[in-house]
């Protein structure tokens, strides 16, 4: 069996002359910018994966003094680091991503909304910010960097939670339209990208989008950071070529014994062995934020769907009845079929519920609660039984 | 000859002491000063005096309630929305272990009864002498090196029973 070999890319954890690329976009303009990332096809990397360019498009053409960039650096997705890493390796890349995103929207602020776990990297993080905000005011170019830290709370990386968060209030997202690209952080318009995302539209601003186009498949342009953890030899950073199959992704980062693959968190999908062939991980089949958790044969699939449904339980934000009632259902539901107070049909109640979540909950965490556990219960309905 | 009736005024004597400032409120005004007193200034304050005091007492509750023009309600809901803004007394360092699913699987539970044994504490709870609280977090974000714990804001991964026995040893050698 011949296997088209996983191409590693090295995009993102690249170290570049980024005041030279700053000097380069400056002297662009904002629609050329703006036509390059749209051209490139980038989508956003923090999951969702809505058009960068479009979004950029949209914030620039609202009429307002006032714009604001955020750096969503609020990753709170089980199974997702990448973005302490980049953080970490390449913060110059990053602050001058939130810059190239100033220019091309025509904002003056920007924000990282950093969560509370990563605060080890502040003093680090205050540093870079303050020589890259003199660095911008020597070039004349108005715009600087600061950094809000966010406190513990898993929903505000839902982008209207966060600029409700920065704002002061309790992390509740908004109901949406408008959306932030016309009311954003203090009713402004805002273009809110995963750090990752900005750092890739650094390097299209760079590099062009052609060379962006050629990585990945149609619909997943380009190459994208996963963190792969759980039962592997080789869990860390890696940034692949967006298109591969599941097959290829487990022949070389699996254990030999995979059984499962969660893919996108623990707000993804699970995929069972026998369907590694036919997946494709990419917009065009499975979407993921970069988290992929390896469970081998020795996992017990009840365990990790009542770890994610306790996840779940905990970080809802009450806000919405189906999404905060929801979540304790599906929780004791598991508990009760497991332990014979319910029999196993009454799993089939518990997804109906989750497809009611999927349609009345109003942001996306209760939304995608139904991902992993009709996935789950799907796959490995027996061990959730017995 | 009419009788001396005496009256018994009861008089309310102001605290003396509520004209000055006391520690906490004095803490809340500087960083009201520093951060500003709107409405966005409300997070950073709050996490400022959870850096400094370890929690959100109600009397830091009232102050700042009192120096941004809100209700203490309003404070008290907002900071009670957030699992890093604690309302109730902690210790002076803070563990919490991850108990999110790779590091589950990687043997946080075992992290766990270590420290319980060593400080003789349980999950959820602050030592008598108040040095030390352990608690359980949400994914800190290190999948890949689990179990991992962080202690105030310092990050320990891939840790054995051996290892967090030696950590906790040190902190406790730091914080008398």
């Known amino acids: 069996m011949k296997n088209k070999t996983i191409k590693k890319v090295d995009l993102i954890f690249e170290q570049v002359d980024h005041l030279a690329i700053l000097d380069k976009t400056l002297n662009r303009s904002s629609e050329e910018i703006i036509l390059d990332i749209i051209d490139s096809g980038l989508r956003g990397r923090g999951g969702a994966g809505f058009p960068t360019g479009l979004k950029w498009k949209f914030a620039r053409n609202e009429d307002s003094e006032q714009k604001y960039v955020i750096c969503n650096a609020d990753e709170g997705e089980p199974g997702t680091f990448k973005d302490r890493e980049i953080l970490t390796q390449v913060p110059e890349k990053v602050l001058t991503g939130m810059a190239v995103c100033g220019k091309a929207i025509g904002a003056s602020e920007g924000y990282i909304y950093l969560r509370a776990e990563y605060n080890f990297l502040l003093p680090m993080l205050h540093q870079k910010i303050d020589t890259f905000n003199n660095v911008l005011k020597e070039k004349k170019f108005d715009f600087s960097v600061a950094i809000r830290s966010g406190s513990g709370a898993y929903v505000c990386g839902e982008e209207t939670a966060l600029m409700e968060s920065m704002e002061g209030f309790r992390g509740e997202p908004r109901n949406k339209p408008p959306f932030p690209t016309s009311k954003g952080y203090l009713g402004k318009p805002t273009s809110i990208n995963n750090v990752e995302t900005l750092v890739f539209a650094l390097m299209i601003a760079n590099l062009g989008p052609k060379m962006f186009k050629e990585l990945g498949t149609f619909d997943s342009r380009g190459s994208k950071v996963f963190s792969i953890s759980g039962d592997t030899p080789s869990a860390g950073i890696y940034e692949l070529e967006l298109g591969m199959t599941l097959e290829d992704f487990v022949n070389e980062f699996g254990d030999g014994d995979t059984k499962a693959v969660q893919i996108g968190g623990a707000s993804g999908y699970c995929v069972a062995r026998k369907n ?72 089939e109640n518990l997804q109906r519920l989750s497809e009611t979540m999927k349609i009345a909950s109003k942001c996306g965490l209760g939304q995608s609660v139904g991902n992993p556990f009709n996935s789950i219960i799907n796959n490995f309905r027996e061990e959730i039984i017995y | ?71 203490t309600a309003d404070v008290f809901g907002t900071a009670s929305f957030y ?94």
């Open chain 1, 276 to 347: 590694f062939k036919s997946t494709v991980i990419g917009f065009e089949g499975i979407p993921t934020g970069g988290s992929m958790m390896l469970f081998n044969s020795s996992r017990s699939m009840y365990n990790i769907l009542r770890d994610y449904l306790e996840f779940f339980e905990e970080e809802s934000c009450g806000q919405c009845t189906p999404c905060r009632i929801g979540c304790q259902q599906l929780l004791k539901g598991v508990e009760a079929v497991k332990k014979g107070l319910k029999p196993p049909s009454y799993l």
């Open chain 2, 1 to 71: 000859m009419p009788t001396k009736v005496l009256i018994y005024i009861k008089v309310h004597i102001i605290n003396p002491t509520k004209n000055f400032m006391t520690r906490i409120e004095q803490f809340v005004k500087e960083q009201a000063d520093y951060y500003g007193r709107r409405r966005n200034s409300l997070m950073p304050i709050l996490q400022a005096v959870v850096q400094s005091e370890r929690y959100l007492s109600e009397e830091a509750m009232v102050a700042v309630a009192e120096e941004l023009d809100l209700s």
């Open chain 2, 83 to 176: 699992t890093f803004l604690d309302t109730v007394p902690r210790g002076k360092n803070i563990i919490k272990v991850c108990k999110t699913i790779t590091c589950h699987m990687k043997g946080k539970d075992e992290i766990i009864s270590t420290i319980e044994d060593q400080l003789k504490i349980k999950l959820g709870s602050t030592s008598s002498d108040g040095r030390f609280s352990l608690l359980q977090a949400n994914c800190l974000g290190w999948c890949h090196k689990g179990p991992v714990m962080l202690v105030n804001d310092e990050i320990y991964t891939e840790i054995t029973p051996e290892k967090t026995v030696e950590v906790i040893r040190d902190y406790l050698k730091k914080t008398k």
